[in-house]
């Protein structure tokens, strides 16, 4: 096969794997904290025809490198919901949830409670304060996130005083780029990575929640680009080819 079309066919690849990553972007546009990916690609010079190794202006036999995808940690909007239950995080943390694979971190706030009284995720995960799983009691009312993650209720025949019910465990990573997603809107922490307590200056919204952080006119003009791009370089080949089986066929007249 000839090098234009292994050149050609390497971007294809990378536009194809591009525009998956855009894809699942508009589809996660009303994902709860999502946080949109974008895809990192770099230069490849074949090892066996380097620089300067021909005769002529053609030097460089480059192909496009499928590298790794990025997430973008920037903040979503954030929409009113009134519901108690709803928050949001404004700062660089993050919710700790258990979940059957471990401890995941999420900055998904549309939170319910579950059958037995615990505080989980719309997926059922618990979701974590510094003593572990937050549990309510079939009588609270009137439940209450206080700025810095504390819970509080009213319970049953008293109503002079509020009830703790435990403070959310918040988080922050040094390096968030090294968060791996596990799930629409969830992440871990690779091997060897730690969270740390989340600063004092992070503060809860209640009856809040963060939206997606997609720009869907970036991303739908994205994708036409990328459907474009590919269109074209398919053409090229195309054309390739036709000149290649045309040279082929004069080649192989035999004169009378």
Known sequence: MENLALIGLSRQIAL????????????????????SDGSVFHEFLMPVARHGAFQGTDQRLSFVHDRATWHNFSTGATRQTGNP??????GDAFL????????????????QINATGELV????????????????QPTDSNISINPDGTIT??????????????RLRLVRFERMSNLLKDGASSFRAPDGITPQPAD???????GTIEQSNVRPVVE???????????TQISSLLQQASEHRRGAIDKLAEVPA
Do not use: C, W
């Open 16 to 35: 194809h794997r591009e525009l998956e990553v855009v894809a699942n972007n508009i589809a996660n546009l009303n994902t709860t904290g999502y946080k």
């Open 85 to 90: 239950l709803d928050l949001s995080i404004d």
């Open 96 to 111: 700790v949830v258990q979940t059957p694979r471990g401890e995941r971190y999420t900055r998904n706030g549309a939170l």
């Open 121 to 136: 995720t719309a997926t059922g995960d618990r979701v974590l304060g510094d003593g572990g799983p937050i549990q309510f």
């Open 153 to 166: 209720v009213r319970e049953a025949g008293n109503a002079a005083s509020d009830s703790a019910r435990g």
């Open 200 to 206: 004092t200056s992070i503060r809860i919204v209640q």
């Open 220 to 230: 739908m003009a994205r994708m036409i680009e990328l459907t474009r791009t590919y």
